[in-house]
């Protein structure tokens, strides 16, 4: 299945490039990604669950140990709650973009990982 991404390659690139100053990661072997994922049901014991779409923010990179696997982190929030809010952005002088607030832990952990990762070696 596809998935939809949710913010243009423009948008992501100038994202990538605020993050990188701000944070300090390689441009090599990292990327930014997003992406819808579906509503799901789901059979537990307890009965039938279900979890609405969501908006998915991640960053991926390269394994440091080699082993070919990439590394992904990501956060998210519901899809209905993205697309609200990002339509309030593009409307709005003032609004904080929700695609800064999620992907600012997101990096901080990853990166966190990624050096825990690099320890290992």
């Known amino acids: 299945m596809d998935r939809e991404t949710l913010l243009s390659d423009d948008r992501v690139g100038r994202l990538e490039e605020m993050f990188r100053k701000r944070y300090q990661f390689p441009k090599q072997n990292t990327d930014l ?7 799901t049901v789901h059979e537990t014991d307890s009965g039938v669950t279900s979890t609405p779409a969501l908006a998915i923010f991640g960053i991926v990179s390269d394994n440091p140990r080699g082993k070919g696997q990439r590394i992904m982190t990501t956060g998210s929030t519901y899809l ?40 290992m070696i």
């Open 33 to 39: 990604v997003t992406f819808v994922q579906p509503p």
């Open 80 to 119: 209905e709650t993205w697309e609200r809010e990002n339509k309030q952005r593009s409307h709005f002088v003032g609004v904080k973009d929700m695609a800064q607030e999620i992907y600012g832990p997101v990096i901080k952990a990853h990166l966190e990982t990624m050096k825990n990762y690099n320890e």
